[in-house]
């Protein structure tokens, strides 16, 4: 694996606001009072899909690949396959062939069950020089958001890297990616479309923000090209006064959550884009009455968890369609995503993939279904 890389350093800024639809009891979208969401002994933060009547998981068809390596965000890229990040591991093929590396990159090709990777990448010496966070696929162009240093540590802050040669090769920006962003503000999540950010909503890419364990996230968009240009962002601060068009702010410091869950968040959140449905859909996990949320380590942590919701916009208004205590088992699980390559022809069959540690550190994916309405 090669090692062509600089560094890069990122920062976000964050300031404690009010989430859309918290302060309204009456608000549909406001949180915790929706005992009729699908859901475990953990209540749902959202009502129920008025689209999405449940999801099902078929557990025969489970694949479990990169065993050894952790996280896997994924991205479509313009020639049709998946690019996927990884942490702390060998990738796809290499377990316990030669040294970890702490960041690496595989593209994926086939469809599931089938799949093969090629592991195109890697840096750093196993844990603590950096993990990656999200990364999307923009015309040819390969941009990724990581985490310079380690993501359990709660200040470390999210850098760049960028890849025009389909992720062989790779170059660290310099300094912080969002500079006037306290410590700790980082990248949660890109919402994600078609091959290489084809069949976007408008010429904008949506980037999820937000803090280690925390209940809220924050949402902000910024034309492709400008990606890496902090000042180009424009931040989500809430909706108009008739309550469906969303405000857009130059400030950080103006931002509002655009999605709350008292239950919080890991570290990665999943979004992508079901043209079929014309749903959004964001996976994520969230802690639950006997987890430990102080903890930044995965293993003492007891995350196990998935909450699965859709929207009809990136910024919501958001609906439950699936909130179970334990997806599977009671083994910890941190990142969850729906490649947007593998819904079917209608929309409601899906693969999702998820990865945790230390029992799942790997990528597994199974076979989902939704059911409508």
Request: glycine letters at 12%; charged letters at 20%.
């Amino acid at each position: 694996m090669s090692k062509n890389f600089y560094f890069i350093t990122t920062i976000c800024m964050v300031t404690a606001l009010t989430p859309i639809g918290a302060q309204d009891a009456a608000d549909p979208n406001s949180a915790g009072k929706n005992p009729s969401a699908p859901g475990d002994s953990t209540m749902a933060p959202y009502p129920p899909s008025p689209v999405i009547d449940s999801v099902t998981f078929d557990w025969s068809s489970e694949r479990v690949f990169g065993k050894g390596s952790d996280q896997w965000p994924m991205t479509w890229t313009a020639d049709g396959d998946l690019v996927a990040a990884w942490g702390d591991g060998w990738g796809w093929n290499g377990e316990g062939k030669d040294n970890k590396r702490s960041i690496g990159v595989t593209r994926i090709s086939g469809t599931p069950p089938t799949l093969n990777g090629t592991d195109l990448w890697g840096d750093g010496p196993g844990s603590g020089f950096g993990k990656p966070e999200a990364l999307i696929a923009l015309g040819n162009d390969l941009r990724m958001f990581w985490t310079r240093g380690d993501s359990i540590n709660d200040n470390d802050d999210t850098a760049t890297a960028l890849s025009r040669d389909g992720g062989l090769s790779w170059t660290y920006g310099k300094g912080k990616a969002f500079p006037k962003a306290p410590a700790g503000f980082r990248v949660r999540g890109i919402c994600q479309f078609g091959p290489g950010n084809e069949d976007s909503l408008d010429d904008y890419v949506y980037v999820y923000f937000g803090f280690n364990r925390q209940n809220d996230l924050y949402l902000g968009r910024v034309q492709g090209e400008h990606l890496f240009e902090p000042d180009e962002y424009r931040w989500f601060k809430g909706l108009s006064a008739e309550g469906n068009m969303p405000i857009w702010s130059e400030s950080m410091h103006d931002r509002a959550a655009v999605f709350h869950d008292p239950n919080g968040y890991y570290w990665h959140i999943g979004v992508c884009y079901n043209a079929e449905l014309k749903r959004y859909l964001m996976t994520k996990p969230h802690f639950c009455a006997d987890d430990n949320r102080d903890t930044p380590l995965a293993k003492e942590s007891g995350v196990a968890s998935l909450g699965i919701f859709d929207s009809p916009t990136p910024w919501g208004p958001w609906t439950t369609l699936h909130y179970r205590d334990n997806f599977k088992d009671d083994l910890v699980k941190f990142s969850y995503f729906i490649p947007a390559k593998f819904f079917s022809d209608n929309g409601q069959g899906f693969w999702m993939a998820w990865s945790g540690w230390p029992e799942y550190d790997s990528v597994s994916f199974v076979k989902g279904h939704l059911s409508l309405r």
